[in-house]
């Protein structure tokens, strides 16, 4: 068995896939060098005789660094979900353990305590304080500090569990069959499977299915509600129960509550069941029936003036990029059931991390683009702020409802169940976009990670089509992205037409839209920029001294930014105006000497769009093909290391 040592090693290894000193190793983990030369011993030792598929390679001159196979990447991803302290070796992750440890204080605690128990200096801890005391004080949360004391969070009862839990969210996948044992580590003291036969019971018992990020949210949660009134801790909150009596979540609160009470011998108060609801309220429970059949006939119970409100803007988006989004009714009413269940969230100040959001960003660029919009005026007509998480969310319906659109009519053949571990706009984006692409198929069914194992019976189905991890006895699974991409397609192909070579995909001259746009006048090559505001003011300025935009443009773009950043991964920014401004259709383009942050993510090459949305078929073909560009390392290489336009020859 490896040490803990050993496993942060080994973590550290891998999470920054480059070889490493012995030098580096020992500092970052403040041992000794002659410590690292054994520990890496042993564990050279260790993989070796557990045949886990990993090895350590040590060379002189060159470092230390690991390599594996399948079997070790899954491997090493269970050992870095599932280890103890093995993440304070990654910054990224230090300063959420901090708060874990200012969150579980009972009274105050010092900087030096937690820097012992961490294996850092003060002087990380100090630095992580400072990274985290702005976002503790949007969540209501003040950190209070005491000479010779050390320092402490206070706050209302229920806005410290919010910020537990938002914490353990940072640290912890929300999806995968093993969701328990991944966050059994930050509750030593209650035993999270009887957490998880109570959801479950009351799945079955009330008919509603949770998705597997809904799911893992409400583990947390209850076992929170365990641990603070398990330490004398309940909540206050002033929430009107009894409005929400003929509400769902109502029952599914009661029951909960009830079995809590039973299964941990606790009380909770109606400040604790209150807490319950509003989380309950803000996740998404949706009925067992098809989402089809669940979508329309809940058309009708939804809030009037709301609803008018949503259609309005479901027309006005339609309207800007050409879609026949309002009379979606699937759209209209799953979309606004998930918007409902995230405005209860935002007004309690609970954000849920979109764990897809990059892969949507890079593979649905154009639904992001409308669901941007779309975000603006929900935004504005709801009064709530919607940020980068929320678009994705949103992006993910719009997706299901252009696939739907594109869908093909067929007879349906092989049957499949799709398993889904990311909601029910992943679900329906899936569940419309195979449908489109192989129409003489049956989706018999849409499953969550949870339920996969006992609704799934070999021989039940042709195959099964999973977004998650899933290896199920005797039953052929397919793995894919959430957002299905060009080589899941290609795969359900193989698996569907074993016999054939696929022409799904048809291929065509290089990125004919986008270079059809790009003009050497509004072109800069390698420049030295050093943020986002200097790029979009440049190349606005170039833009509208072209005549391709007018002067409100590049203020335009700079709200749009504030809205969501338009990185879209993979060294690409795609910065723009929302609509208006554009006199002539054309893209600047600009690279950059060095990378610079875009948001989360660091861009070398800037598209800056000058486009009408209402030409919606160039529109629609611009992202298209900046989806696919971002994927293509010949066409970066030769757009980074051009000097002019003409240099840059992609066939």
Request: net charge negative; with cysteine; proline share 2%.
């Amino acid at each position: 068995m490896l040490l803990a040592r050993e496993r942060k090693i080994l973590v550290l290894l891998y999470s920054k896939k480059r070889k490493f000193t012995t030098n580096e190793l020992a500092n970052a983990l403040h041992v000794s060098m002659r410590t690292i030369k054994t520990d890496i011993k042993r564990i050279m030792e260790e993989l070796e005789g557990e045949n886990t598929g990993c090895t350590i390679n040590t060379k002189a001159g060159q470092g230390i660094w690991i390599t594996y196979d399948e079997k070790g990447r899954q491997y090493l991803d269970n050992l870095l979900m599932n280890g103890d302290n093995f993440s304070f070796v990654l910054p990224e992750n230090r300063k959420y353990y901090v708060a874990l440890r200012l969150l579980d204080a009972e009274d105050y605690i010092s900087m030096e305590s937690i820097a012992e128990s961490m294996y850092v200096s003060k002087g990380t801890i100090v630095n992580s304080i400072n990274e985290l005391t702005p976002a503790m004080e949007k969540m209501g949360l003040i950190l209070e500090k005491k000479v010779k004391y050390g320092m402490r969070l206070l706050g209302e009862e229920g806005k410290l569990r919010i910020a537990r839990a938002y914490v353990i969210r940072k640290l912890v996948s929300n999806q995968g069959n093993y969701i328990s044992s991944k966050l059994q580590q930050f509750f030593e003291e209650i035993d999270l499977e009887k957490i998880n036969d109570i959801i479950q019971e009351a799945e079955k018992k009330l008919e509603f299915i949770l998705a597997d990020t809904s799911y893992s949210e409400l583990v947390i949660q209850l076992a929170i509600i365990v641990k603070r009134i398990g330490k004398g801790k309940s909540c206050t909150l002033e929430e009107e129960l009894n409005n929400y009596s003929l509400k769902k979540e109502w029952n599914i609160m009661q029951y909960i509550s009830k079995r809590l009470e039973e299964e941990f011998k606790i009380r909770l108060s109606d400040g604790d069941r209150s807490y319950l609801l509003i989380n309950l309220l803000g996740i998404n429970a949706q009925n067992e029936a098809p989402l089809a059949e669940e979508s329309l006939s809940n058309i009708e119970e939804l809030d009037a003036t709301s609803l008018k409100i949503w259609e309005e803007i479901l027309k006005e988006t339609g309207d800007v990029y050409s879609e026949n989004l309002v009379k979606d009714n699937m759209l209209k009413c799953a979309l606004f059931m998930h918007l409902s269940a995230m405005f209860n969230r935002l007004r309690h100040q609970i954000r849920l991390e979109n764990c897809m959001k990059h892969m949507v960003r890079e593979e649905l660029v154009y639904e992001v683009e409308v669901a941007s919009y779309m975000a603006r005026l929900i935004s504005e007509r709801f009064n709530v702020e919607l940020g980068e998480n929320e678009i994705c969310d949103i992006a993910m319906y719009l997706g299901a409802s252009l696939e739907r659109e594109k869908a093909q009519k067929g007879m349906c053949k092989p049957t499949i169940i799709v398993v889904c571990g990311s909601g029910m706009g992943t679900a329906q984006f899936i569940e419309a976009r195979l449908i489109r692409m192989f129409p003489n198929i049956t989706i018999s069914k849409i499953l969550p990670i949870t339920l996969a194992k006992t609704e799934i019976k070999p021989g039940n189905q042709d195959f099964v089509i999973s977004t998650v991890p899933l290896i199920l006895e005797g039953v052929d699974v397919i793995s894919v992205s959430p957002v299905l991409t060009e080589n899941d397609v290609l795969a359900i192909d193989k698996r569907l037409n074993p016999d054939k070579v696929s022409i799904l995909i048809e291929s065509q001259e290089k990125y004919p839209n986008l270079f059809g746009l790009i003009n050497e006048k509004i072109s800069i090559f390698k420049c030295d920029c050093k943020s986002k505001e200097e790029v979009i003011s440049l190349m606005g300025n170039r833009l509208l001294y072209e005549k391709y935009v007018d002067e409100g443009y590049t203020e335009s773009a700079f709200k749009r930014e504030e809205l969501a950043p338009t990185s879209i991964g993979d060294c690409f920014a795609v910065p723009h105006a929302f609509e208006g401004h554009v006199l002539k259709k054309g893209i600047g383009l600009m690279t950059l000497k060095k990378p610079i942050m875009w948001g989360n993510e660091k861009v070398q090459i800037v598209l800056m769009l000058a486009l009408d949305a209402r030409a919606q078929d160039l529109f629609k073909g611009v992202f298209s093909e900046l989806a696919d560009i971002t994927k293509d390392t010949e066409a970066i290489t030769k757009i980074l290391s051009a000097d002019k336009l003409s240099n840059i020859q992609l066939k």
